[in-house]
């Protein structure tokens, strides 16, 4: 039986203080990720270098002792190991060479994904061998994208929009964009397990623009994909439970939660968490969900916020994040401050 508070809250146990992490907890608010980022000669090297991406893995939780570490890497790394062009242009976020036609989705290779995925599980193995040594309480959490999220950025090109182009290659083309999707869904089945192989202990699928879509266009494509995911995982690897984010969900939360063979679920900013509570099997854990901006600010209104999250959760099993990633304008004392008001309960 694992004593990680992080574990024992997915297996269904009511811990508290309850366990906490932050999305983006690795990242440009912290002096020290900025200076490796900086050696590193981009985002993608940074992604691909083991001893890199498992330093700025574990420095947050050197820092702030938080109970779970996410690998460093990104969403859109499945794509670049199925060889589609990426790039993140400084400022401007991530650029693709857009997926629009059948030469595009026939140019997407899934042989060679687990190959040039390798030097990411050679980041989670390091990962996973330092936190055993050094901070034994600490799980640590793999990830993807979620098939609609990954395939909206690949439709589209870039980010930063909303994905008029991938919403309308669904409707006009859905053979097309079924097939691209599936190809994805194969891709991300092949780099999950292998993270799970390589002692990931708890999956995530982040599904950023789940809530862009119709409610035919959610179960089409965000209910149905992850749950042939979801299912494939927890077939293939049973101990390895999963988290869900299928952000700006609203009410079809409940429909997601109840869907998917998944041990928690994670709550976006706006999302209210007695209604979650009220509306997701109460075995499943909740994440989130506390305002990025709240930590950016400071002060009173942080502790306030903190701790109205916490009792509308105490007693259910519940992890304490935030509703989106921590932003770089964040001081770094501030999610100290947090970790304070969370410690105490
Ligand atoms: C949509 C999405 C992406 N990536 C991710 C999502 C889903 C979650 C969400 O909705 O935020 C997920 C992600 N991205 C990153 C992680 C690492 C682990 C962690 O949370 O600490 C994780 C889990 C690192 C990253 N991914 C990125 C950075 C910043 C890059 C840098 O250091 O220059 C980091 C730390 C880049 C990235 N990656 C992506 C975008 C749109 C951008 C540019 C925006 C930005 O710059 O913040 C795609």
């Not at 079924?178 to 891709?187: G, I, P």
């Not at 991300?188 to 999956?203: H, P, V």
């Not at 400071?298 to 916490?310: H, K, N, Q, S």
């Amino acid at each position: 039986m694992t004593t990680k508070p992080f574990l024992r809250t997915l297996a269904g146990e009511a811990v508290w203080p309850p366990p906490v992490w932050l999305m983006r907890q690795a990242g440009r608010y912290l002096p020290e990720y900025r200076a490796v980022r900086n050696e590193a000669g981009g985002f993608i090297k940074l992604c691909t270098t083991p001893e890199a991406a498992a330093e700025v893995t574990l420095q947050p939780i050197r820092r702030y002792g938080f109970d779970a570490a996410i690998l460093f890497s990104d969403i859109l790394m499945v794509p670049w190991a199925m060889g589609q062009g990426l790039r993140f242009a400084e400022g401007e976020g991530p650029l693709l060479d857009p997926v629009r036609d059948q030469a595009g989705l026939d140019a997407l290779q899934l042989e060679g994904v687990a190959e040039r995925a390798a030097p990411i599980m050679e980041t989670v193995r390091r990962v996973r061998a330092a936190l055993e040594a050094d901070h034994p309480n600490t799980a640590l959490i793999g990830f993807a994208g979620s098939p609609w999220t990954v395939a909206c950025y690949m439709v589209e090109g870039r980010g930063g929009g909303e994905f008029a182009e991938a919403r309308r290659m669904a409707f006009r083309n859905p053979e097309l964009f079924a097939a691209v999707m599936a190809k994805l869904e194969a891709a991300t089945l092949t780099y999950l397990l292998a993270q799970a192989d390589a002692g990931a202990e708890a999956l995530m699928l982040f599904d950023s623009w789940a809530g862009l879509l119709s409610p035919s266009g959610f179960r089409r494509w965000v209910i149905e994909p992850s749950v042939r995911l979801a299912t494939a995982l927890r077939a293939a690897r049973p101990d390895i439970p999963l988290i869900g984010f299928p952000r700006l969900a609203g009410p079809l939360l409940q429909e997601y939660a109840a869907a998917m063979p998944i041990q928690a679920v994670a709550m976006d900013t706006g999302m209210d968490p007695k209604w979650a509570a009220a509306h997701v099997p109460p075995n499943m854990a909740l994440q989130g969900n506390l305002d990025p901006q709240a930590v950016v600010a400071g002060g009173p209104a942080l502790d306030e916020e903190a701790r109205a999250i916490l009792a509308a959760m105490r007693g259910r099993p519940f992890i304490f994040n935030l509703g989106h990633g921590i932003v770089p304008p964040t001081p770094p004392e501030h999610v100290a401050q947090l970790m304070d008001v969370l410690r105490a309960g």
